[in-house]
């Protein structure tokens, strides 16, 4: 068995050698595909994880007014206590004076803004959450209008969930995600067809050797195999090539942007590069499987 695989990687190899030209161009067609890919697959997983935290972040505002009376304010708070679908614990007062501190610390005690500010024109609230995120537009119209809330305005509802932010999110992940999609499955199918010319322009040199193996007996996985292990080869070697020009790309030009954006704790991450690298030598495999076993079919019907 040993011997039986030695003699097919050694075949591959000589004909790898022989179409050296078709080689590296199907060997670089994998590589451009492989590094878009993992430009997707970064980017992808980063974008959805990050739609994610927003969603789980969604915290309803309830902005009361300057003039709410205690009993008002105990009956707002009794409200978004029994509405259906609020989160237990998740309801939080915060009085004018906590909201001004939160202002200041956002922006710097020391910000112009402030120092324009007359007063503290900002007004209480109370903070609270869904226990699904989906359910927040549901959750936020049940507290709508009590009395005692500030009436909505253009431009500002009352309650405000943020959702004009998370449904941008949602909508540039999901552009972003049929984007590289599209362009993966485009190149996908340029370097499967390239990697079957590079099989074909070996097979076609080789067809007499080919034609008298099958009429001696050889099965069809026997003269198969050499031609899917040059097939991929290419799709590993592309792969490899890949990872090597990802991993140089994010340390010169993405790692000091990505580390200064994503200080805060729980901040969302992309996808592991480790399991990124394994997952583009996986579809290199894939891709030149695909090609020479495509390429193959039609050379075996001898």
């Keep these: 068995m040993e011997t039986r695989w030695k003699f097919f990687v050694l075949e591959a190899l000589k004909s790898l050698k022989g179409n050296f030209a078709t080689t590296i161009a199907a060997v670089v067609t994998v590589l451009v595909v492989m590094f878009i890919a993992g430009i997707g697959i970064a980017l992808g997983s980063y974008v959805y994880n990050y739609s994610n935290k927003v969603r789980d972040d969604v915290t309803i505002r309830a902005y009361l007014k300057d003039s709410a009376t205690p009993r008002q304010i105990a009956d707002i708070q009794r409200t978004i206590t029994e509405t259906p679908g609020v989160q237990d614990g998740s309801l939080e007062f915060v009085s004018k004076d906590d909201a001004i501190l939160r202002l200041q610390k956002q922006l710097g005690k020391d910000s112009e803004l402030l120092k324009l500010t007359l007063g503290n024109p900002l007004p209480a609230s109370f903070e609270f ?15 709508a209008g009590l009395p005692g809330l500030d009436p909505p305005q253009a431009g500002l509802p009352n309650p405000d969930y943020g959702a004009g932010k998370a449904d941008r999110v949602l ?5 972003i995600t049929i984007v590289l999609l599209g362009m993966g499955v485009v190149l996908a199918i340029a370097a499967i067809l390239l ?6 322009l070996s097979i076609f040199a080789r067809r007499r050797e080919v034609e008298v193996m099958k009429l001696v007996g050889a099965t069809n996985w026997f003269v198969r195999l050499p031609f899917m292990i040059e097939g991929m080869v290419c799709g590993v070697a592309g792969a490899i090539l890949a990872s090597v020009l990802l991993a140089i790309s994010y340390q010169t030009l993405l790692a000091d942007r990505v580390q200064s954006s994503m200080t805060g704790n729980g901040s969302p991450e992309a996808i592991a590069f480790p399991l990124l690298v394994l997952l583009l030598i996986v579809a290199g495999l894939a891709i030149g499987a695909i090609g020479s076993g495509l390429t193959m079919r039609r050379f075996l019907k001898v």
């Design 195 to 200: 990697i079957g010319n590079t099989i074909r």
């Design 129 to 143: 959450k869904a226990v699904d995120p989906d359910q927040t537009a549901g959750v936020a119209k049940a507290v």
């Design 171 to 175: 909508k540039t992940a999901g552009t």
